[in-house]
């Protein structure tokens, strides 16, 4: 619960939907929202439904499926092994008392679950199944970028990172075989 309430709500959620929301007004998309603060808040808005929804899909059917879909940082060592692990990371999942790795259908089908979510719940009527597609394509790239910042922002099991996201303590799973 604690990963998925600061995985939703937490800094880099707001962090990473203002990010997202700037490129969206910067790009004037959708441009029925047009710019100011009012299409800039529309865009942070539908920004962080869409990460809220696919992080609830996400955690919800990992639940179910017995998964944790959370980012572990790599054991390897080295700029290309690293990068490897992170994007890796997007769509598997520790599974198990050993933490073996397992491709996840959740960390698969969440970012889509979050742009269908906007594309028929709050996007202009304009928008189709192609267009909830290429975003759920954006949103997943989205977390391979943010897994690549994970694994190299994070400075040691003392860093507030550690202590509000990332399970390297004592009960994290120990990985079968490294990245």
Sequence with gaps: MKSFTFDAFGPYAFSGTALIAGL???????????????GYSERFGSDFGIAVVGTTTRYGL?????????????????????????????????????????????ALIAPYAGSTGAVYGWYPNRFSARDAFRMGNYS??????????????????????????????????VPVSSQ
């Design 24 to 38: 969206d007004q910067a790009t004037n998309t959708p441009p029925e929202w047009k710019q100011g603060f009012v």
């Design 62 to 106: 990992a639940a179910v499926l017995k998964e944790d879909t959370s980012f572990y940082p790599c054991v390897c060592r080295g700029l290309f092994p690293r990068l490897r692990h992170a994007a890796i990371s997007t769509l598997t999942a520790r599974r198990g008392d050993d933490g073996h790795r397992v491709f996840s259908i959740p």
């Design 140 to 173: 997943l790239l989205e977390s391979v970028g943010g897994n690549i910042a994970l694994e190299f922002l994070y400075s040691g099991p003392h860093s507030l990172l550690s202590r509000i996201h990332l399970k390297t303590g004592p009960h994290a799973p």
